[in-house]
Every structure is written in C-alpha cells, then in structure tokens.
C-alpha cells in the first residue's frame, strides 16, 4: 500500500496539487483576459468609433421632448392670409377658424402671446412683428419671393436667429418662430400629452376637473340620447388623437396572442411528452421521433415561423398566437417529458396495487406529482410572451407591437410611443403579479 | 370527547363532500378555460387577415416554393452560405456581448437587491422595481428608437437586448443568491472585508456554476432575439433575411440558406451549452 510517506507517491500527489493549482490560476487570468480581447475585437466589428459621426444628438432632444410635452403650431397663410390653430399642426388637433387657446387673440391681426413674455403679431397677410424680451422688436414681411428683416438697431442677427434669403425661423424656450414666402408659423411648447381625454369636438374639451365631474353626476345633458358619463366615456373611447378604443383592442390582442400561444402549445405538449419520456414511451422510435419533432420545434427560430406562417394566414393575432404556440410545444414537449421521467415511482405503483387501470394510474399517480411544475411553467411562458407577443405582432402585424412600430417609423408620434410603452410595461407588469400569486395560492400551497 | 350531534355528517361523507366539491370545483374551471380558448380563438381569427382552415392547407406552400426554388439553383447555395456567414457572426456577436454586459450589469443589481447582501437594504425595492421594469420592456421598442438616434447598425441591438439581459438575469441572480450560505461572508466579515471583498470572495464562488448556466440559457434565447431585432433593421442575418424575402422570387435559395444557417447554429449553440450547463450544475463547478 502506498502512503504519504512513500517516496515513490508523494511528487505526483504534490505535482497533482499543484498542477490543479496552476491550471486554477491560469485560468483566472486567462478567461478576463479572454474576455477583454473578445470586446476589443467587438469594439471594431462593431465599429463604435464609426457611431460617434452616424448619431444624431438632435434627433435626442426632439424625442425627449416629445415625450413628455407637446405644441400648439398657429400658422398663417401668407398667400390667403387665413390663420389655423392647430395640435401638433395635425388636421385632428385643428380647432375651428378664428378661434383657438386663451393665448392667442384673433381679430384684425392675430397677437399670440407666449411663455417668456414675448408677443408675435401677424399683421394682415405678410407682416410678423415680434416683441422679444431682452433683444427688443423685430419686424419680417414678406416682399415677393424674399423676406425683409427688421432688426432693432439694424444690428446683425443673433446666434439664435437662422436667417436666409427666403426664410427666417428663430428658437427661444417655450417657443420657435418661422417665416416663409409662402407661410409663418409659430410653435408653442406645452407641457403635458394634447387631448389625451377629449379633442377639440368633444363637448367636454377644456373643462376643468370639477366641471367635469359636476357634469357627470348631474344635468345639463351635453347630448340629449345618451347620459353624459356615458357620452364621456364614448367621447374618450373615441378620441381621434390618441384612438384609445384601438389601442385598447390592440393591447387586448397581444394578451390573446400569449394566452392562446401558450395553453395551446401546453394542451399539445402534454399528451406528446407522455410518448417522448423515457418511462412511458411504448416504443423506443416513437420516443425519438417526439424527441426530434421537439428539437426542431424549438430550432426553427419564431423568426421563421413567423415568415412561414404570415404566409399561409396573412397578418394578424392568429398567425401571432400560432407562431408562439408552435416554438413553445417544443420547449414544452422537452420540459414536461423530463418531469415525467423524474416522477417518484412510488406513488404509480401505489394507485396499481389498488388495481387501478393505466388511464387511473396516469390520473392519480403521475399527473398530481408534474402537475404543479406544469402550471408553474405555462403561468411564466405566458407571463414572459406577453413581452415576446409585442415583438411578435411587429412582425406578423398584429396587437400593439404594430402600433408601436408605425407610431416609430413616422418618427414625430413620440407621445405615442411613450404612450404604448407604459401600457405594455404595465401589463407586463400586471401578468407578472398575476401569475405570481396564482401560483403562490393555487400551486406552492 | 363531546358526541356530535346527529346532524352532523360522519368523516365518510364528508371526505366524499369535499370529493364532489372539488371535482365541481375541477369542472368548472376546465369549461371555463375551454370557453375561454374557443372564444379567443374564434376572436383572433376574425381579426386576422386569412382564416385559420383556409389557411392551414397552404401552410406547406410557402416552404415547397423556396425549396424547390433551391433545388434548381443548388449550384449557388455554398457561395450564398459563404456570404452570409458575416452576418450570422455579426448577430452571433451582438448576441454575445449583450450577453456579457447584461450578466455583468444583472450581477450588480443581483446584489443591491438581494436581503443580507444589499449595500443599501433601504433601496433594495427600487432596484427590484427597477429590474422588473427592465424586463417589461419589448427589446424592439429600445432597439426602434435607437436605431433612430443611433443609426442603422448593431450597437442598438445590443443595448436594447442588454438592457432587457440585465433586468431578467438580475432577477435570476438575486434569486440564487438568496440562498447561499451566509458563513463565509461572516468569516469575511469578522477579518474585516469591505463590501466588495464580501461579495467578491464570499458569495460569487458559491453562485458562479448557477450564474454561467443562467448566463448560457440568456445567450440562447438573445441569439433568437438578435435574429428578430435584424430583422427590423438592426443588422445580422435577420436584415439578410428581410431583404431576400422583400426581394421574393429569385432570391429564395438565398431566404432557404438563412433559414439552414439560423437552424443550424441554434442547434449547435442549445446543444453545446446543454451539455455545459448539465456539467455545471451537476459538476458544482466551472470545470
């Protein structure tokens, strides 16, 4: 017998040791190291130098700003001379001709006062005269093709002031300013999302909260067929701006989507895993062939799904749902087959002594041991497909994903985006509450 | 023991009470969960644009077409598979390093928000809201809007997969280290460790094979999602692929090459880090 003492055993036992330690300590080293070059080696493929002079800082801040706050544009036609007030200068946000938000004043001329104390007046069809705290009055008109600048003390124009030929436009906070031949516009920033409640045509557009409230609960009726909560919550619903009835659906589509994609998928895998676990399949070739059928399931990626399918069924939540259902049979089949392999024999055999035939045997032996684990994995495959629904109806066109990204691609509906953000966050948020306390009362006890 | 009275039912009926109970209990929610899919179903087919039993027959269609479109031009199939392999790498890459910054970002947050480790206990249900909100937001909102800002490319793939990385690894991190064993870091403790040594020395090496078999299923699942972010512009073979579709007829040797490809490299990826996570978790250790 060899022991520590033995001259012959103890090197290698050392050399071992050490060797462990080596390889250890290389390793340490090694994989940091390993990493850090990889980056290095990203940093160019990806060529991150190159997006300093591809990224557009001022796209940044019209989106920030966007975010968050709105504007009022007040144009002028300089050809007609016909003022419009408008929301975003949209024809949904418009209000009617000659009237407008408390700030402007209509009549002769249109004086619109703004935020820092400035003042724009539209003199008849071709003059603006701005009052500019700090800088003094300054006066455009238009002389045919070209624009006549008055500035005061016939200095020249400041940095803030973009001056051309045909065109002036200037940027104060609050505010912007510009002049064409053919229009001059002034855009007013506000705070807050425009006409997220009620637009312009709804009777109950610019009433305070307690107006609101009082009309409400009481009389005057605003529309004499229906009660006026009811009218508020039709006119809401309704809303040209913010079209929250469609969103509402669309939103509700993208939940179906995960719904029907995930217990679809579950009602498939579940008998399918039965022939794919090792202890319950009656043939070894069906049991691969289950096997297989999974692997590829899950292999082709949803992206080719999607294609595939989008083909056959053209747009929509169904082609979504099935796309969801047929990626998640495959992780399903894999997942459910291999809690049944791991079932305690114990209690099968226990139900059999009773007599109990194979259907029994599978009912109150095998299903109550995977039972749980089962509805713990469809509450968390819906859960995380409420988010991958999202991306999946950008692809098939279906749900809130596609608002999303048309709201994207136009690029000026930020609010909109911001909008459907927060709603999908929060439903999200609410499946995953949701599925957490189902299955803390319903599977853990 | 005080008598029940007649009344009362024996433990028999009872138990076969609660029986009928339950099994009333079982049925009604398996009816209410069979309406529920009908009338959902029903609901997406009227919203969809084709039917779902006019559709199913065509659904081998498409495939037949692109396949038998590659079998007549076979010849150009191993350039085309030559050309593509610089995307597949590019949404390999993207896959990878959002995979890294994301472990290594969910790593910090796993540790501020998890009771006993947390720097700041006070905060720990900001980071976890905070991780939760991570993880709510579809990866291609971020990647949109930064392909906006940024311009076409990888890099808002990556952030935005990153960005949703952190905030689902976090949370699976916290979870695994909510149930180390707190000895070594009271043996770190009472020498004197910082904050950081505690962690570093006391808490990582019990977590480190959990953490890589989470970090290897993300990289399985954000090679899906850099294909699908490619595939709305953000570069990789999923922006291949949406160009060779757009193109249709005469490029679908080239939409079979992606498709083989994506299959291809999935099934290797889920297979080797299959194996790596088995020797992980049952080795109990990186090996």
Known sequence: ?445 | MAMTSPSSPTPTEDYLALVRRKRLYGAILVALFVVLMASGFNLAEGRNAGGFFEGLHRIFDFPAEIFSEAFTNWRNMPAHLVSFLPSLLETLNIAAVSTLIGAVLGMFLAFLSTRGLAKWPALIPVFRRSMDIMRAVPEIVIALVLIFLLGVGPVPAMIAIAFHTTGALGKLFSEAAENVDFKPVEGLASVGGSWLQRVWFGVVPQVAPNWSSYALLRFEINIRASAILGFVGAGGIGYDLKTALQWGMGKYDQVVVIFALLFITIMIVDHMSDRARERLVKGGQIA
């Open chain 1, 1 to 445: 017998m060899t022991t520590l003492s033995d001259p012959a055993y103890t090197p290698s036992v050392a050399d071992k040791v050490q060797g462990a330690f080596n390889r250890r300590k290389w390793r340490n080293i090694g994989v940091p190291l390993g990493v850090f070059a990889y980056l290095i080696y990203v940093f160019f493929a990806f060529d991150i130098m190159g997006l300093a002079s591809k990224a557009r800082p001022e796209n940044a801040a019209i989106l920030l700003n966007d975010f968050w706050s709105h504007k009022v544009h007040v144009t002028r036609n300089n050809r007609s001379g016909e003022v419009l007030t408008a929301y975003e200068g949209e024809r949904k946000g418009e209000f009617p001709e000659g009237t407008g938000p408390e700030w402007v004043s209509y009549g002769e001329s249109t004086v619109i006062s703004l935020t820092d104390g400035s003042v724009v007046e539209f003199v008849g069809g071709k003059i603006a005269e701005l009052q500019i705290p700090d800088y003094g009055s300054v006066r455009a008109e238009i002389d045919g093709r070209a624009v006549v600048l008055t500035l005061p003390d016939n200095t020249t124009p400041p940095e803030w002031m973009n001056v051309s030929r045909n065109r002036m436009s200037l940027t104060q906070p609050g505010w912007r300013f510009s002049i064409t031949p053919s229009k001059t516009e002034v855009f007013r920033y506000q705070a807050g999302w425009e006409l997220f409640f009620f637009t312009i045509d709804s009777a109950f557009y610019d009433r305070s909260v307690g107006e609101l409230v009082a009309l409400a609960l009481w009389e005057p009726r605003v529309n004499p067929d229906r009660a006026n909560i009811a009218q508020m919550a039709y006119d809401i619903w309704t809303n040209k701006m913010w079209r929250h009835g469609d969103v509402a659906w669309a939103m509700f589509e993208t939940v179906l989507m995960a719904f029907l994609g995930t217990m679809g998928a579950g009602l498939i895998a579940l008998p399918l895993s039965f022939l794919a676990a090792s202890n319950f399949a009656p043939a070894r070739w069906l049991r691969l062939t289950c096997r297989r059928f999974f692997d590829l399931l899950r292999g082709v990626d949803g992206l080719i799904w999607t294609v595939i399918l989008s083909r056959a069924f053209g747009p929509g939540p169904m082609t979504g749902a099935l796309a969801i259902l047929l990626t998640d049979t495959g992780t399903f089949g894999k997942t459910f087959s291999e809690a049944l392999e791991n079932i305690d024999q114990k209690q099968v055999e226990g139900v059999q002594s009773t007599g109990a035939s194979a259907v029994q045997r599978m009912r109150f032996g095998v299903i109550p041991q995977v039972l749980p684990l089962i509805l713990s994995q469809l509450l968390y495959y819906l859960e995380s497909n409420t988010r991958s629904a999202t991306v999946i109806g950008a692809l098939v066109g279906g749900g809130i994903g596609l608002l999303l990204t048309q709201a994207i691609i136009t690029q000026k509906d930020w609010e909109e985006v911001c909008y459907y953000m927060v709603l999908v966050v929060l439903t999200v948020m609410l499946m995953d509450t949701l599925s957490g306390w189902v299955r803390r009362k319903f599977i853990k006890g």
